[in-house]
């Protein structure tokens, strides 16, 4: 009996060992989360487009930890245009800010730039419209940089650290390069690249897309 168990302990250590790094998950690929427009709400801005006192209802968790989707939707408006049905997401923030695509700063006529989530100083202002009233921000509107979440031992895993900008690498038949992605490295982040639709589109990602980081 201890002899049958023995040669069974071998046999499964031979078939562990023999498990080949095409069959195991690439420790330096990373997942993508891809946004879409959308809008983080201050509480004073939320109680004047939704009433005084109003509480934003969660719809589903995101990938980011405490952050969420609601079902509460908003109008921005800008110079030469609206868009209708922008999600907010939760929780309150201390600051409005909306994210919006490259795209949409044609239709709105507002310029926006490309910042960093809370770097809102000299982005140009929105206006919001809700079931309530209205606010005309006078910052915030910005096309998001795209980064990656990690924390700071994700951070020394890849030999990167927070605030720093990296080249990543995108596989497949519309994949290539982006630069410029930013690291944003704490101990309430969730390993993931966030890229916006546009960049999502250009490379053919889906929801299940991973990246390497090309430094």
């Given at each position: 009996?201890d002899k049958c168990?023995?040669?069974?302990?071998?046999?499964l250590e031979a078939?562990?060992s023999g498990?080949?790094?095409?069959?195991?998950?690439?420790?330096?690929?990373i997942?993508?989360?891809?946004?879409n427009?959308?809008?983080?709400?201050?509480?004073a801005?939320?109680n004047?487009?939704?009433?005084?006192?109003?509480?934003l209802?969660?719809m589903?968790?995101?990938?980011q930890?405490?952050?969420?989707a609601?079902?509460?939707?908003?109008?921005?408006?800008g110079p030469?245009?609206?868009?209708?049905?922008?999600r907010?997401?939760?929780?309150?923030?201390?600051?409005?800010q909306v994210?919006?695509?490259?795209?949409?700063?044609f239709k709105l006529?507002?310029?926006a730039?490309?910042?960093?989530?809370g770097d809102?100083?000299g982005?140009?202002?929105?206006?919001?419209i809700?079931?309530?009233?209205?606010?005309q921000?006078?910052e915030g509107?910005?096309?998001?940089q795209r980064h990656i979440?990690?924390?700071?031992?994700?951070?020394?895993?890849?030999?990167?650290?927070d605030g720093?900008t990296?080249c990543?690498?995108v596989?497949?038949?519309?994949?290539?390069?982006?630069?410029?992605?930013?690291?944003?490295?704490?101990?309430?982040?969730?390993?993931?690249c966030?890229?916006?639709t546009?960049e999502?589109?250009a490379?053919?990602?889906?929801s299940?897309a991973?990246?390497t980081i090309?430094?």
């Amino acid at each position: 009996m201890d002899k049958c168990e023995a040669v069974l302990k071998l046999l499964l250590e031979a078939v562990q060992s023999g498990v080949t790094a095409e069959n195991q998950p690439n420790s330096n690929e990373i997942p993508v989360g891809v946004s879409n427009r959308h809008i983080h709400l201050s509480q004073a801005d939320l109680n004047a487009i939704f009433g005084e006192g109003y509480q934003l209802t969660k719809m589903k968790d995101l990938s980011q930890p405490g952050q969420y989707a609601c079902k509460e939707t908003v109008t921005i408006c800008g110079p030469k245009g609206a868009i209708e049905k922008v999600r907010v997401l939760g929780p309150v923030r201390s600051k409005t800010q909306v994210e919006v695509l490259t795209g949409d700063c044609f239709k709105l006529g507002a310029p926006a730039q490309a910042r960093l989530s809370g770097d809102l100083s000299g982005t140009p202002g929105i206006t919001v419209i809700g079931p309530r009233g209205s606010v005309q921000t006078t910052e915030g509107l910005i096309v998001a940089q795209r980064h990656i979440h990690m924390t700071p031992a994700d951070a020394q895993r890849f030999g990167v650290q927070d605030g720093q900008t990296v080249c990543i690498k995108v596989e497949g038949p519309k994949g290539g390069m982006y630069s410029n992605v930013a690291v944003r490295a704490n101990d309430t982040s969730a390993l993931e690249c966030h890229l916006d639709t546009e960049e999502a589109n250009a490379m053919g990602l889906g929801s299940s897309a991973k990246i390497t980081i090309i430094k």
